[in-house]
T-cell receptor
Framework: NAGVTQTPKFQVLKTGQSMTLQCAQD?????MSWYRQDPGMGLRLIHY???????DQGEVPNGYNVSRSTTEDFPLRLLSAAPSQTSVYFC?????????????FGPGTRLTVT | DAKTTQPTSMDCAEGRAANLPCNHS???????VYWYRQIHSQGPQYIIH???NNETNEMASLIITEDRKSSTLILPHATLRDTAVYYC??????????FGKGTLLTVNP
């Protein structure tokens, strides 16, 4: 199992550019989510999905879009990048169950918007 | 989900037990206590979780008080590689994890 993979590892964008952060998991997990982490802060939830075709907003959704067409993939789109979106982005997945169990995180994408 | 309170930082000597406290006084009956850690710049890593009984796995032990208002994560023999930010999270039946700022544990040689 590769677990949760994220691409790219690093990205630099100019203000106004758009891009898609990729996330994939090979554990057949129903639940997937995106977090951002700013320096010295905890993780904040951007969007999440409980299955293909189902997405919902988290704590900080503005400026981001998601879709979930397959169980494996959960891309995060930045529509018009802003310097405030400079952050480290983590994707996570987990199985849905009675107690939920552990959530698996990817290695992160470090995004800088100039 | 209930909020948690953790110390900002703690130190521990290598080879000694590290005891990380967490207060969650507003926890409700169906909420679990989860612990994750984040080693510098990496994605968070699951450690352990529990409801009301004490739990142990190969990484750590989780001690939850009888009233469930606080818990302690115990790393029995801390190593330098255990230096990380440790997050205590209380989570109910929804799927979302809410991260606070956690405790920076520094293990010293």
């Amino acid at each position: 199992n590769a677990g949760v993979t994220q691409t790219p590892k690093f990205q630099v964008l100019k203000t106004g550019q758009s891009m898609t952060l990729q996330c994939a998991q090979d554990m057949n997990h129903e639940y997937m989510s995106w977090y951002r982490q700013d320096p010295g802060m905890g993780l904040r939830l951007i969007h999440y999905s409980v299955g293909a075709g189902i997405t919902d907003q988290g704590e900080v959704p503005n400026g981001y879009n998601v879709s979930r067409s397959t169980t494996e993939d959960f891309p995060l789109r930045l529509l018009s990048a802003a310097p405030s979106q400079t952050s480290v982005y983590f994707c996570a997945s987990r199985s849905v169950g009675l107690a939920g169990g552990e959530q698996y995180f990817g290695p992160g994408t470090r995004l800088t918007v100039t | 989900d209930a909020k948690t309170t953790q110390p900002t930082s703690m130190d521990c000597a290598e080879g000694r037990a590290a005891n990380l406290p967490c207060n969650h006084s507003t926890i409700s009956g169906n909420e679990y206590v989860y612990w994750y850690r984040q080693i510098h710049s990496q994605g968070p890593q699951y450690i352990i979780h529990g409801l009301k009984n004490n739990e142990t796995n190969e990484m750590a032990s989780l001690i939850i008080t009888e009233d469930r208002k606080s818990s302690t994560l115990i790393l029995p023999h801390a190593t330098l590689r255990d230096t990380a930010v440790y997050y205590c999270i209380v989570k109910g039946s929804n799927y979302k994890l809410t991260f606070g700022k956690g405790t920076l544990l520094t293990v010293n040689p």
